[in-house]
Structures are given as C-alpha cells and as structure tokens.
C-alpha cells in the first residue's frame, strides 16, 4: 500500500460506496480512507462490515469508515440511505462507487433455466441498483457542479462468458448506462465512467469460482500469468474519482490482464 498513489484531491471528499465489506469494495473503502476520504459504505454483511471498519480503524493517517446495513435490492431502503448521507454530507457525496453485485453460485443459471423470478432477482442484485442509486445522488452533485462516479462492470459479455447470461446481459448494460449518463450530467459537471474488471481474486471468488479448471482457463487467456487482486481494481477506481482524471467521462476501463483486447 506504501507505494501507491496519493490524490489531495481526495482528501476530505465524501465517497458512497455499495458492497463495500468485502472482495473489491472493501479494497476501495480502505483505499480511499487512506487518501483521507470520508468513506460510507452500504452492504448487508454485518460481520465483514464490521470487520473492515476495525482493520482500517486501525491504519495510521487513514480516516474510520461507517458502515450502513442495506440490502441494494431493497430500493425503498437504498433510497433512504442515500437521503441519510446526503443529509449528513452537506446535501451531497464528491463519490459514488456502484460497485455492488452478486457473480456467485445463485447466478451461474443456464438460459434454459432462468426463470422470471430468478431474472429479476439477477437484475436487482447487478444493475437496477446502479439506476436507482445515480438517480438518488447525481442531482445533488449536478447542483454543486461537480462529482465522479464510478460504475463495476465485467468482461463477462465481452469474452462471452456462457452459463450466466443474466449477470452478463446486466453487465453490458452498466456500459451503456454509463456513456449515456455520462452525456446526460456531463454538462452539470458530473463525470460517470465504469470500471470493467476480469477475473478477479476476492475470497468469494475463490471460495465458490476459481476452482482449478476456471483458473487454468483464467491463466490460459490472460496476458499476465498471475492473480489480479482486489486492490488493482480499487486503485483505477481512486484514479477515475480523483481531479487526476477530470477530462474523463463516458469511458470504460478494463483490468483484466489482458484477457480481451478492448471494450
């Protein structure tokens, strides 16, 4: 961590981050406390939450992260947690990660199988918060002039990847989501971008996906022959969040090892 980057233009920021107690989100909570960021993070496993906030409560010069406990599926409840940081954060957040998603066993459901109930489920859990979340928080960036968010997507529907059609048509649809917010709170300052990662090494993917096989065909396609770890994936986060990227709205960045070539 010693050797990362640091932004000042992080410091003192407000950042609202989904699915942040574990994998990708929690490397992004402790990474942006350790700029100084005011970090709230929204997520509905209460022993990992709690967990984090103890280890980064624990880092010299990096500022304690509060948890809220949200289920982003539950919009009623997402809604009222944006409204209570907005509240407590000046009427408004400098970031906003949309980073929560489920890929893990619950998804992998062939298309023959998918059911409407399990469909709607997948899109709950992979993209209708991101919608709901942006509409809920990007007003009050828009009124300040300014704000960077920041949505997860995956190369699943660039590879393809097959047997979880669900999650990769939702995650298709964060990129366009994301150029097309991009163009409509361009104009009021608000940048949008997505970051599109590979496969990454979180414990609940090696706990339930990156078995021998799946990893022997990670290794097979990527360019770097080695594990791509949570906290590569939050330091391109930081970097779209932080003024170093100004000039950037509208893209999507892919780290994947060089899995595929572009997006």
């Known amino acids: 961590m010693e050797n990362h980057a640091i932004y000042p233009s992080l410091r003192g920021k407000s950042v609202l981050i989904t699915g942040g107690a ?18 709230v993070f929204l997520d509905y496993a209460e022993t990992s939450a709690a967990q984090l906030v103890e280890k980064v409560d624990g880092i010299a010069g990096a500022t304690k992260p509060v948890f809220m406990h949200c289920d982003v599926t539950d919009l009623g409840r997402l809604r009222a947690c ?30 023959a199988e998918v059911t409407p109930e399990s469909f709607d489920a997948d899109v709950a859990a992979n993209l209708r918060h991101q919608f709901f979340l ?7 960036m828009a009124a300040r002039g300014r704000g960077s968010i920041v949505n997860l997507g995956s190369i699943t529907w660039r590879i393809p990847a097959t047997g979880l059609p669900v999650y990769t048509l939702c995650k298709a649809a964060v990129q366009g989501m994301t150029r097309t917010h991009s163009k409509e709170f361009g104009p009021r300052g608000v940048r949008v971008n997505s970051v ?19 990893r022997a ?3 097979a396609a990527q360019s ?7 906290e590569e994936v939050a330091s391109l986060i930081l970097f779209l969040a932080a003024d170093d990227s100004s000039a950037i709205t509208g893209s999507s960045y892919v780290i994947d090892g060089g899995w595929v070539s572009d997006v």
């Open 22 to 39: 574990e994998g990708i989100g929690a490397a992004a909570v402790e990474l942006f406390c350790r700029q100084g960021s005011h970090v």
């Open 82 to 111: 944006a409204e209570r940081v907005l509240a407590e954060h000046g009427g408004a957040v400098d970031v906003l990660v949309n980073n929560a998603g489920r890929a893990g066993a619950a998804t992998r459901v062939p298309t």
């Open 134 to 140: 942006t509409q809920a928080v990007a007003p009050a």
């Open 196 to 214: 599109v990662p590979g496969a990454i090494a979180t414990r609940r993917q090696i706990d339930q996906v990156l078995t021998p096989a799946y």
């Open 217 to 219: 065909e990670v290794m």
């Open 224 to 230: 770097l022959k080695r594990d791509l770890m949570p």
